[in-house]
């Protein structure tokens, strides 16, 4: 599937919360509730944007965004 931040070839993993978990190439590995995803605001920013938000709320935890859950790196 597309990320839906970066628009990238990411995949969709299993998450707890009402929403995606992602784990994307360009983005690393983050939930986002699908209340984000509909919201206009969210559908009005460009890539660029949605990354910085993405960025924004693993820093902040804010979970109107987006809930970032760290795992290992499989690589
Ligand atoms: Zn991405």
Same mark, same amino acid.
């Given at each position: 599937m597309d990320c839906p931040v970066c628009t990238a070839n990411a995949e969709q993993i299993a998450t707890a919360i009402d929403?995606?978990?992602?784990i994307c190439p360009t983005c690393g590995e983050y939930d986002v509730s699908s209340s984000v995803l509909a919201?206009? *605001?969210w559908q009005r920013l460009d890539p660029d944007d949605?990354? *910085?938000v993405l960025d924004d709320a693993k820093r902040s935890g804010e979970p109107r965004w987006a809930a970032c859950r760290p795992r290992a790196s499989r690589l």
């Open positions: 929403g995606m978990g992602i919201a206009e *605001d949605r990354c *910085d």
